[in-house]
Every structure is written in structure tokens, then in C-alpha cells.
């Protein structure tokens, strides 16, 4: 039975490589809008957070753009695909409350929270160190994202940890 295109589905596994290359447009993208002080570039970032936590690739523009470029450039790289979720959803929500602080005429707070978007994006762009992975990883070994989530994040027997 097909899965209704508006479900909430995300891919169980994704390709890193790709994940890298949002978070190289991602970063670029707010610190240029920083720059040249163009704010609206920060809801317009907020929808494809929105979109890639919501629904993984199959929406977002860029994903979509990311996945083909990491396929021409390097070999797959598959990585746990529940983490990178919440990793955007953290994004979402950073971007989100960014909007709402723009909007709301709180432009240096709103900056602040965009440039905390722009640090995790870095991290995950140069580095392959992901911020929001790294604290899902954390919040499971508490007990407070269970087990049955992602059983390959999970510390010990089944899976080896994030």
C-alpha cells in the first residue's frame, strides 16, 4: 500500500555526504544574508527546515539539490536517518523563533539565534560533526528518546551509539 504523499515520513537512513552540503548552503546563506542584512533569507531557510524535518528530501528544493550533487561527487555514505530528523527539527525551530524575532522587531536576538543556525550548520559542513545527532545521542542515553526510536544510535548491545 503506497504511503499518502502528505504522511510524515522520513528515510531510515540518509547519506551524509548530502546532509554536508545543506548544512555548506545553510551556512553560507546566513552568513551572506548577515552580511548584506537580509533577514527574509532566514523564513525562506525556515521552510526547508520545516520541509526536511517534516518529510525528509521529498519536498525541499534543497535536499533535493544536495542529493544529487553528493551522488556526482562522492560514494554514499549512509548515516541513521532518525538523528539527522531531529537535527533539522532543532533547525527548524532556531530558524522559526528567528522569524518570529525579526518580525516582532528583536533583530539582534534574531540574528543571534540565525548565527547559532550557522555554527551547527558549519560544524556539520566541515567537520561531519552534527550538533543536534550528537545531543539526540545524548538525550537517548537518558531515557528521554527511547530505545525503539533508533535502535543503532542506541548505547549499548544492539547499537554501538552516536
Not at 26 to 47: K, R
Not at 134 to 162: H, M, S
Amino acid at each position: 500500500m503506497p504511503t499518502p504523499v502528505l504522511s510524515f515520513t522520513f528515510p531510515g537512513q540518509i547519506n551524509e555526504y548530502a546532509a554536508r552540503v545543506v548544512a555548506t548552503v545553510v551556512t553560507s546563506t546566513l552568513v551572506v544574508a548577515y552580511a548584506f542584512g537580509v533577514w527574509w533569507a532566514v523564513p525562506v531557510l525556515a521552510s526547508g527546515f520545516l520541509l526536511r524535518a517534516g518529510w525528509g528530501p521529498r519536498f525541499s528544493v534543497l535536499a533535493r539539490f544536495a542529493m544529487a550533487v553528493a551522488k556526482r561527487l562522492w560514494r554514499p555514505k549512509p548515516v541513521t536517518g532518525a538523528p539527522k530528523r531531529f537535527a533539522q527539527g532543532i533547525g527548524a525551530a532556531c530558524t522559526v523563533t528567528s522569524t518570529v524575532l525579526f518580525v516582532s522587531g528583536y533583530e539582534t536576538s534574531a540574528w543571534g539565534v540565525a548565527m547559532l543556525v550557522a555554527c551547527f550548520a558549519f560544524l556539520e559542513a566541515a567537520f561531519a560533526f552534527c550538533m543536534g545527532c550528537w545531543i539526540f545521542g545524548r538525550l537517548q542515553a537518558l531515557g528521554v528518546i527511547p530505545r525503539e526510536v533508533c535502535v543503532a544510535c542506541a548505547p549499548g548491545q544492539d547499537g554501538d551509539g552516536i
